[in-house]
């Protein structure tokens, strides 16, 4: 049994002995608790801690004994399921539906439960954690609030495609019975829906930004675009397509999102507004970047330990990836002065080397590009340069991705990250090879990433070290055949890519690139290629290798 309070780790005998309602929320998750900035969890209870509500944590419990959920007595305000940055489906199976048996943000990296057999039961992380999780709350307490909010409920906040059943299913709110989703990055929200509580406020009435609730009716006002239908998509899939573009365009405008789902409405308020000064404020708080002081930490933790975030969002917008969705389109950086104040936080570690493992955010060099920022000289070549000079610090790694179209932009930052901020290898994501597939994929074209390799060994013969170079693709993408894969690894060695790490396309709720999948079709209807064999999928993956 394993359970944390994140004030203080308070051990199992002294919660028993303690009144019931001691804590306002209790965050459930279905992995251990870090208190680190890297992570939602860490993030979520600081917010809240700072805004005065008292917050208990079950983490990683014994997910099948609605008495688990009993431990710490009832919350005053509600429970609060943190998913976690990966949907669950996600974790548990690999994209050809095989079961994973790892799962970085365990405990020494176990997906099972110590000495359990290797079932779905004895998962810590159940499929579609947060239905469960849910349900397993209301067995224990009957008519407690529920909200939920990370990757998980984001990308299956509306009608989507769940790949383990391969069928439409409904929004998680319904499915889960929630009383709020957060969706997005979600401190301002869970501490807005906290107060909202504590002061009675009716929640599907009071319009919490960057949240969503469940209505039997459709709300007034005309501020929200709205999804085809349940229904609609279920008989017809293909309007997933639609339905991704019309909340692209929903956040782009800064409005509201209806969906229908059967005699229900989904009511998605608009994404809510971090700013430069929010993010400060959250990451000024000191985090103890630890786990319970008993175990050893989870591989996420330990890759993380030492890594700083220094922006929110991404302005790429592949069509694969949910990090738009989650942390917006535009960049939001942190300050500088900030960024330093969390070196020194980290410094009083007692791992602490000197060594900071990452700075940065879903792509590093996006830092300072912020929407209100017109001079588009990268502001991250001062933040590297001020870290790595910063007399606590030895060495400064950049393990965030880089893209390849914006260092032809910036040669001085590739040079310097090659020189003095890179491992072994320099990893950069052309994705694939050809530009047919590569635009439903919304990644730039391939003559790009030729440029980028020539300008990676210009500077590499300069180098005293030779920085080796690593290439993500993915395999399977909608509008691949299998003759695109073929000279897939002989073209990436002629340009010098040391090492490919493939990966097969996986259908992701939520996501453009799996509405493709679902639709076979492009967005103007026209029929594209796609391919669900598990063993071809295998096979064009095992060619890269061969
Ligand atoms: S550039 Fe990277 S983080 Fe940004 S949308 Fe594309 S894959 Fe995601």
């Not at 979600?186 to 949240?211: H, W, Y």
């Not at 912020?370 to 910063?390: C, E, I, Q, S």
């Not at 050809?434 to 003559?447: A, E, I, N, T």
């Not at 980028?452 to 690593?470: Q, T």
């Amino acid at each position: 049994m394993k359970l944390t309070c994140a004030l203080n780790f308070t051990t199992m005998k002294s919660i028993s002995t303690r009144m019931k309602n001691q804590f306002d929320i209790i965050l459930v998750l279905p992995y251990p608790f870090s208190d680190h900035p890297s992570f939602p969890e860490g993030l979520l209870a600081s917010a809240l801690r700072a805004d005065g509500f008292r917050v208990g944590v079950l983490d990683a419990l014994h997910w099948q004994d609605p008495h688990e959920f009993t431990l710490l007595g009832r919350p005053e305000l509600f429970f609060a399921i943190v998913s976690g940055p990966v949907d669950s489906v996600i974790m548990n199976y690999t994209p050809t539906l095989k079961r994973r048996r790892e799962d970085l943000y365990q405990t020494d990296g176990n997906a099972f439960f110590p000495d359990s057999p290797r079932t779905a039961a004895s998962r810590v992380r159940p499929d579609r954690c947060v239905i469960t999780l849910a349900n397993q709350i209301r067995k224990a307490w009957k008519d407690v609030l529920i909200i939920a909010g990370g990757m998980e409920t984001s990308q299956r906040l509306f009608a989507h495609y769940d790949f383990l059943r391969q069928r439409i299913r409904r929004s998680i709110l319904l499915d889960a019975r929630l009383d709020l989703a957060v969706v997005g990055m979600g401190e301002i929200q869970i501490c807005a829906a906290a107060q909202a509580i504590a002061d009675k406020k009716n929640l599907r009435e009071f319009k919490i930004p960057g949240t969503a609730v469940v209505r039997s009716n459709r709300p007034d006002g005309s501020d929200y675009e709205l999804l085809p239908a349940l229904e609609e998509i279920e008989s017809d899939p293909s309007l997933l397509l639609s339905a991704y573009k019309k909340q692209t365009r929903a956040d782009a405008l800064g409005r509201g999102v209806l969906q229908r789902n059967n005699d229900r409405w989904i009511v998605c308020q608009p994404r809510a507004i971090y700013t430069p000064k929010i993010l400060d404020g959250i990451y000024n708080r000191e985090y103890k970047r630890s786990q319970h002081k008993n175990r050893s930490i989870s591989p996420a933790l330990a890759m993380n330990l030492f890594s700083i975030t220094s922006h929110r969002g991404c302005m790429g917008r592949c069509a694969f990836c949910a990090v738009c969705r989650q942390q917006g389109g535009n960049v939001i950086s942190r300050s500088p002065e900030s960024i330093i104040r969390e070196v020194e936080h980290m410094s009083r570690h007692p791992r602490w080397r000197g060594v900071i493992s990452d700075v940065g955010g879903a792509t590093a060099e996006m830092y300072g590009m912020d929407a209100h920022v017109r001079d588009f000289r990268p502001p991250y070549l001062g933040l590297l340069r001020m870290v790595r000079r910063h007399p606590l610090v030895r060495k400064v790694f950049v393990a965030s991705g880089v893209r390849h179209d914006l260092m032809l932009k910036f040669p001085e930052l590739l040079e310097e990250i090659m020189l003095h901020h890179s491992g072994r290898f320099l990893r950069v994501a052309p994705e694939h090879i050809h530009d047919d597939v590569l635009k439903y994929m919304g990644k730039p074209r391939f003559s790009l990433f030729r440029e980028f390799c020539s300008l990676f060994g210009d500077i590499n013969r300069r180098l005293k070290r030779r920085v080796e170079l690593a290439a993500y693709v993915i395999v399977g993408h909608p509008g691949e055949e299998a003759k695109h894969v073929k000279d897939m690894a002989p073209m990436l060695r002629n340009l010098g890519v040391d090492q490919i790490d493939a990966q097969i396309f996986t259908p992701a709720p939520g996501l453009l690139s799996t509405a493709l999948l679902v639709s076979g079709t492009d967005d103007q209807g026209t029929a594209i290629p796609v391919c669900r064999d598990p063993r071809e999928l295998d096979r064009r993956k095992n060619s890269l290798y061969t």
